[in-house]
């Protein structure tokens, strides 16, 4: 929705600059995940299993060779530059690739090795010598179902003879065609349609189900659904596997839906600390003034790489347009943007080509900028009732306790906010020093 307001100049204001970004599109910020990651995330937790029997052998590998895979599958791992299983991989991957097959549920952050786990299962249970789909894969939209693809076209380089084809809107396949593509990836909707309606798969002969991103699915209207009514039609020995990011009840009771006789895995994400950040804040008057502070700051000590929150579109542009007026190299990452604008937007930033980032609260969550040694709250996080944000606080400011480096954090305070800021003390139990911009000797 967006509201025109016509100034009494004749001017149009675009209301929907003043929006606040918190609205988080859970596939956008999948697939920015997925285009920004660059290695396997990790988690000091131990991996937790729950087997459907459990008095079976619990099996893990240390190497990818104890698999015993397909040479040309090895081949393509090797050369994606996979020297070893993933946590979650050492335990997975021999249960999915067990005879006979086992369901799986499992669960972790992203970025811990899921995609790469089902893909190679799919590879590996492939037969070349049929032609029809054998292998069926369900992610939430056209995108994500398209780097699924691209994983399985990669892993599987040097098996010459297994192809993927795309159930996605926009992919047109003629009546009666003959589909001969053994891994097929698409959104519930298409996949739907090719298999009732149009005839193109047969379900009876699909031996791995995969439904990538499942918290992602359910929250889109009438996914769970389709995905239900497809997996109802698969044969009784198709092995079954559910990948999550994250594990709220929902999820939960959707999985125990469709998975039958699950095996369960589980990695807990690392948390967010805020205890190896030193907190401080500057008191303002306006937002003139908060920039002033800012400048001051960023005049006074030596900073490496800053990413600056504000709350709405409005403020963060024009923060910009003010810094750089001022001379300084920022980027700005907001909402409006698609998601590949956004990705190369922190591309560059990480390659450290601009120093400063500033965005909104819609990309709060997943950036994960190694090197930035300072966060700035030009706005404090608040939600719809004024109360203080307190989880978004904690993921613009935290770290994981035993990857992250230490770090600072900078609040921009109106005198009307400091209660705010006090409850955040309080909530968090760690103090948050007041600081004067005009004298930085207090922080180096
Ligand atoms: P998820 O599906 O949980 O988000 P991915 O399978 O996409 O995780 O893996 C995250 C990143 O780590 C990707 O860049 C992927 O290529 C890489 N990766 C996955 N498994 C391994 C491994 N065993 N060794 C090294 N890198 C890996």
Redesign the pocket.
Same mark, same amino acid.
């Given at each position: 929705k967006s509201t025109t307001v016509s100034n009494i100049d004749g001017s149009i204001n675009n209301m929907e600059e003043d929006v606040e970004e918190d609205v988080v599109d859970l596939a956008a910020n999948s697939l920015l995940n997925?285009l920004i %990651?660059? *290695?396997?995330v990790e988690s000091s937790h131990r991996v937790e299993v729950l087997q459907k029997d459990p008095s079976s052998p619990l099996y893990s590998v240390k190497t990818f060779e104890e698999l015993r895979l397909k040479e040309e599958l090895l081949k393509g791992i090797y050369a994606?530059?996979?020297? %070893?299983? *993933?946590k979650i991989?050492e335990m997975a991957l021999p249960m999915m690739l067990a005879h006979p097959p086992q369901n799986l549920i499992a669960q972790?952050q992203?970025?811990?090795?899921?995609?790469?786990?089902f893909v190679l299962a799919m590879l590996s249970r492939v037969n070349t010598l049929e032609l029809f789909p054998q292998c069926l894969c369900l992610a939430p939209t056209y995108e994500l179902a398209l780097q699924t693809g691209r994983v399985v076209e990669r892993m599987g380089k040097f098996c010459v003879d297994v192809q993927v084809m795309y159930a996605i809107r926009g992919n047109r396949i003629p009546r009666g065609t003959d589909v001969t593509k053994q891994i097929i990836i698409g959104t519930p909707g298409t996949v739907l349609d090719w298999c009732f309606k149009r005839k193109l798969i047969d379900l009876t002969k699909i031996r791995v189900f995969v439904l990538d991103e499942a918290d992602v699915m359910i929250d889109t209207q009438g996914f769970s659904d389709q995905s239900i009514r497809i997996q109802r039609a698969l044969p009784l020995e198709c092995q079954m596997l559910l990948f999550s990011a994250t594990f709220e009840e929902s999820v939960w009771q959707f999985a125990e839906r469709i998975i039958p006789d699950p095996n369960v895995i589980k990695l807990r994400k690392e948390e967010l600390t805020l205890n190896n950040i030193r907190q401080y804040y500057v008191l303002c008057e306006s937002r003139k003034d908060k920039y002033q502070a800012l400048c001051n700051i960023y005049g006074g000590i030596t900073i490496g790489q800053a990413i600056i929150f504000c709350q709405t579109r409005r403020n963060a542009k024009w923060l910009t347009v003010e810094m750089m007026q001022d001379g300084h190299q920022v980027s700005l990452l907001s909402g409006e943007l698609t998601v590949d604008q956004r990705a190369s937007i922190i591309q560059r930033f990480r390659d450290g080509k601009e120093k400063v980032l500033i965005t909104t609260n819609v990309c709060a969550r997943g950036i994960d900028v190694k090197q930035v040694t300072i966060v700035v709250n030009f706005d404090l996080p608040v939600n719809q009732a004024e109360e203080p944000d307190y989880e978004t606080y904690l993921h613009r400011i935290g770290r994981t306790g035993r990857f992250g480096k230490k770090g600072l954090a900078f609040n921009m305070i109106e005198v009307d906010k400091l209660p705010l800021l006090m409850k955040i003390q309080d909530h968090f139990n760690s103090s948050i020093k007041q600081l004067d911009p005009e004298d930085m000797d207090e922080i180096e």
């Open positions: 997925k %990651r660059q *290695s396997l994606m530059g996979f020297n %070893r299983p *993933s991989q972790s992203s970025g811990t090795g899921k995609t790469a786990a």
